[in-house]
């Protein structure tokens, strides 16, 4: 499959790994906006948000975001965490990722 990520996955292009378990991927984003910017991903290749049944992954995912956040000192200044799904939200990557954004102030609403 010609998708980005699966090849992260599968180590067959380089990343910078911060997170690896048999479900779930961490990477450091390529093009950071923010002092911290991690992607989190499900191995499994799933399109986006609406394609991801109620698996337990999506827990555990929240519960890596929470971890790396505690490790990157996240916990005291704050953090958030991003999904953008489809067109309007500008999903570059069609594999479903977390971002998880940190160490600067934010604007609200985005952009
Ligand atoms: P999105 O617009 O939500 O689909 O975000 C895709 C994200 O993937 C962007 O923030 C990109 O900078 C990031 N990205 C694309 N290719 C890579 C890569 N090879 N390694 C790490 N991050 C990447």
Redesign the pocket.
């Known amino acids: 499959m010609d998708c980005?990520f699966c090849k992260?996955v599968n180590k067959e292009?380089p990343?910078a790994i911060v997170y690896e378990d048999d479900n779930i991927l961490a990477?450091n984003?390529?093009?950071p906006q923010a002092p911290v910017h991690i992607?989190v991903i499900p191995k499994e290749h799933v399109q986006g948000i609406a394609d991801f049944d109620d698996s337990p992954v999506l827990g555990i995912m929240f519960a890596v975001m929470k971890k790396l956040a505690i490790e990157h000192g996240l916990d005291r200044t704050g953090y958030r965490i991003v999904v953008?799904q489809g067109q309007d939200a500008?999903?570059?990557?069609p594999h479903l990722?977390f971002?998880l954004l940190g160490g600067r102030k934010m604007t609200w609403p985005p952009g």
């Open positions: 980005i992260i292009i990343a990477f984003d390529v093009a992607l953008n500008g999903q570059a990557v990722h971002h």
